[in-house]
């Protein structure tokens, strides 16, 4: 066995198990030791039997004398009764219901036992306890009172008798299941597990080998030592994300771009023609933005900003100083509502620089051109096609069509991705790229320029994330909202307001306004949770959720409003469609999953009401809310909640109390973690990195460690492992 063996090699894991791990991200060797217990148990305390005290938790080490079941007449239970014997005497131990136990330990065993001792009736037994077979007695302490403590005894114990490692739970992989393979695997690899880490980095942060670490970190000597080995993996998690962010800058460094010249007066003539004044935070990012530009390699720069701040402004303002350069951009979206809306928006703030601006959908093609007396008129596809290959097209907006083969620029020099996480690295790669040949031609010795990338985000991630995850140079922050927004009104609404609520909804709709209702998933019963995969499940109780919250809401309590409804299982046609629907006001209000449209703007909805709102982040409550508000009237978000707990109350109040998407995140980082608000399946960091991302301390110095051994060996040839690792790492790990 290797780190790199895939877990079917492991024996005695069947397909069972196998599946089980899946489920949770494991495929290799590599991802079950990276799997690491969240707390431990302590039961290192073995006593002499004579020294049990009761109340507390006991570990001894001893010989069965007999065991047997009984059965309890009163209770109906089988007690499994065994009587233990060490050097210094005898003691009775039960276990409720588990009759099997006779069939394991045998009189004559020799076994090691942690829990709990209970005195009754004068009499003081050990309670369900924690139970291994141990093969000889004499090497443990607790039998032999002449024995000092022996360093190896806890190598030998899985269960009992030292800290036990406790995992988090899930479905079907208990504790005792997880130490016991991890135990096994940890022993077959011995010594093969070789450090990535160079010695020199390790020696100056004081970080213990990566063989020790995995040991201490499941089956620690001590907690110190647990701490210890914890805070080597966060290190190295860190040091890889800090070395993956250089090295992308590395790479970028390398290519080049065409070099646009910053037109200050441009701007200005835009910027005073617009019937608001820019924050300063949208001033401050298109500076970031056309300094970067101006550089002969491209940029790369990630624009966050809270639903709402303006970033479409900003964009554009780049986009009109590119294209008055004589080169094209290209604008993309995720799906075919949001890529309309920009063209109408965009095209609006550019209406009087004259320039030649096309829509390109999976069914159509507009544009705005000189010929169409600058105003949108339909074009077949074809046509378009020929305008942005012979450069008369300026600005080309669209869906995923535009990453199409067919469409080629002439001189494609910015592209701009919007809501920029939802497209895949792929795609990416391949928009930069174009007009370029495939990327494997481009080692060749000229290269061709590639286009500088803008890409846009209203997630709000908390900045000190943002910063470690993105680096300082490449991030430029929207974090105040345009002076004179209306606050949006924010309820926590209990189970007996839920009637009250409703009236007032009914009220607004009689008022002209439209509501959104987001539900939050079902939770799968056990039977399908066993016949499904996940990723099904997931999607099949949020199908079922919306269905159910459409029938209550049309049958029951508004059976006389048109009522829409939207998930994920649907076809994208068919989605556009029912919020064509919405938009237009053919629907008073649209039940939906989480799943809906980021950016889509439907001026006249006034309400979101978000049902169970205790399950989901405070982050993506803020963004279901920023879909309300968008125009005159006073908006209203309703956070319907069943859940009694002050802790939950308290989460949502915070949702009342402040409008900003960072500080909430930022918030929500500090409830319930990186690893929770993040995802870490869907990242592929593990949690334990991921919770120390937010410790600035400890990633400036990763950071730093990483910069200097770029330094010192830019393609790390005299590191080979730390390469391979590395090149694993960004394989494994998507950091948009
Ligand atoms: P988002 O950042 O969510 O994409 P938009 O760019 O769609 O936000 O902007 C939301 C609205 O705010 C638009 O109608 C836009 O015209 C307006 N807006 C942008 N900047 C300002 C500003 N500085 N002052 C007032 N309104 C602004
Ligand atoms: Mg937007």
Same mark, same amino acid.
């Given at each position: 066995m290797q780190l790199a063996t895939p877990i079917e090699e492991i024996p005695r894991v069947g397909p069972q198990y196998q599946k089980k791990l899946k489920k949770l991200g494991i495929k290799t060797i590599h991802d079950l030791l990276f799997h690491f217990p969240h707390r431990y148990e302590e039961f290192s305390n073995i006593v002499p039997v004579s020294e049990i005290k009761s109340g507390a938790i006991n570990s001894i080490q001893g010989k069965i004398l007999e065991i047997e079941n009984k059965r309890t007449w009163k209770k109906r239970m089988v007690l499994t009764q065994c009587l233990v014997e060490d050097f210094s005497g005898a003691i009775k131990v039960i276990w409720f219901n588990q009759p099997y136990l006779i069939n394991v330990l045998k009189k004559g065993d020799f076994i090691s036992l942690s829990g709990k001792a209970v005195l009754k009736k004068n009499e003081i037994y050990l309670s369900s306890p924690a139970y291994e077979k141990i093969s000889?007695? *004499?090497? @443990?302490q607790g039998i032999n009172?002449?024995?000092? &403590?022996?360093?190896?005894?806890?190598?030998?114990?899985?269960? #009992?008798?030292r800290l036990i490692p406790v995992y988090p739970?899930?479905?079907?992989?208990?504790s005792k299941w997880l130490r016991y393979v991890i135990k096994l695997v940890l022993t077959d690899l011995g010594d093969k597990i070789? $450090?990535?880490?160079?010695i020199k980095l390790r020696k100056e942060h004081q970080l213990i080998l990566l063989q020790k670490s995995l040991w201490q970190a499941h089956f620690p000597d001590s907690l110190i030592l647990a701490k210890k080995a914890k805070k080597r993996f966060a290190f190295e998690g860190l040091f890889f994300i800090g070395l993956h962010i250089l090295r992308e800058k590395q790479k970028l460094a390398k290519e080049k771009a065409m070099p646009i010249p910053f037109d200050l007066k441009l701007i200005q003539g835009f910027v005073k023609k617009l019937p608001f004044k820019l924050t300063g935070c949208q001033k401050k990012s298109i500076w970031q933005i056309l300094k970067d530009i101006e550089r002969p390699w491209p940029m790369n720069r990630l624009l966050e900003g809270d639903v709402?701040?303006? &970033?479409t402004v900003v964009a554009t303002m780049a986009i009109l100083n590119i294209v008055k350069a004589g080169y094209q951009t290209g604008l993309m979206a995720p799906t075919e509502i949001l890529a309309k809306q920009h063209f109408q928006e965009i095209s609006k703030l550019l209406k009087s620089f004259n320039l030649s601006i096309g829509l390109l959908t999976g069914k159509e093609g507009k544009i705005i051109s000189k010929e169409s007396k600058w105003q949108a008129i339909k074009i077949s596809r074809q046509k378009l096609l020929e305008k942005i290959i012979a450069g008369e097209t300026d600005l080309l907006i669209g869906t995923?069509?535009?990453?199409?083969?067919?469409? &080629? @620029?002439?001189?494609?020099?910015l592209v701009v991705l919007d809501?920029?996480?939802? @497209?895949g690295v792929d795609q990416r790669a391949r928009l930069c790229s174009s007009p370029a040949k495939a990327s494997t031609d481009r080692q060749e010795k000229e290269l061709p320029p590639i286009p500088h990338l803008l890409s846009m985000t *209203? #997630?709000?991630?908390?900045r000190t994330l943002a910063l470690t995850i993105y680096?300082?140079? $490449?991030l430029s922050l929207i974090v105040e909202l345009p002076k004179g927004r209306k606050k949006i009104i924010t309820k926590i609404i209990p189970p007996k307001e839920r009637n009250k609520a409703y009236r007032f909804i009914k009220n607004e709709v009689k008022q002209g306004r439209q509501v959104f209702v987001i539900c939050p998933r079902i939770e799968p019963t056990n039977n399908e949770r066993q016949t499904a995969n996940n990723e099904q499940l997931l999607k099949w109780n949020e199908v079922k959720a919306v269905k159910e919250e459409y029938t209550k809401l049309s049958k029951k309590?508004?059976?006389?409003l048109k009522i829409g409804m939207l998930h994920g299982k649907m076809k994208t046609e068919e989605k556009e469609e029912i919020m064509r629907k919405f938009k237009q006001k053919e629907t008073d209000i649209l039940v939906s999953t989480?799943?809906?449209?980021?950016?889509?703007?439907?001026?006249?909805?006034g309400v979101m009401i978000i049902e169970g *709102?205790?399950? @989901?982040g405070l982050a993506q409550l803020h963004q279901f809310r920023?879909?309300?508000?968008?125009?005159e009237h006073q908006s209203f978000c309703f956070l319907f909640?069943?859940?009694? *707990?002050k802790k939950t109350f308290q989460r949502l109040k915070a949702l009342m109390f402040s409008e900003n998407g960072f500080d909430l995140a930022e918030q929500d980082l500090k409830i319930r973690g990186p690893g929770e608000v993040f995802g870490q399946r869907q990242s592929g960091i593990p949690d334990l990195v991921m919770d120390s991302l937010a410790d600035i301390s400890l990633v400036t110095k990763t950071r730093q460690a990483a910069k200097e051994i770029l330094i010192e060996d830019p393609g790390l040839k005299k590191y080979p492992l730390l390469r391979e690792k590395i090149q694993e790492f960004e394989k494994k790990v998507h950091l948009e």
């Open positions: 000889s007695l *004499a090497d @443990f009172p002449n024995k000092t &403590k022996t360093t190896k005894k806890e190598k030998g114990l899985t269960h #009992t008798g739970e899930t479905e079907g992989l208990s070789l $450090d990535p880490l160079p709402g701040s303006g &970033k995923h069509a535009l990453i199409q083969k067919q469409v &080629k @620029f002439k001189r494609l020099a809501e920029q996480h939802r @497209f *209203a #997630t709000p991630i908390p680096g300082d140079l $490449d309590i508004f059976p006389d989480s799943v809906i449209e980021v950016g889509i703007d439907i001026p006249n909805a *709102a205790e399950r @989901f920023g879909r309300v508000g968008r125009a909640t069943d859940s009694p *707990a």
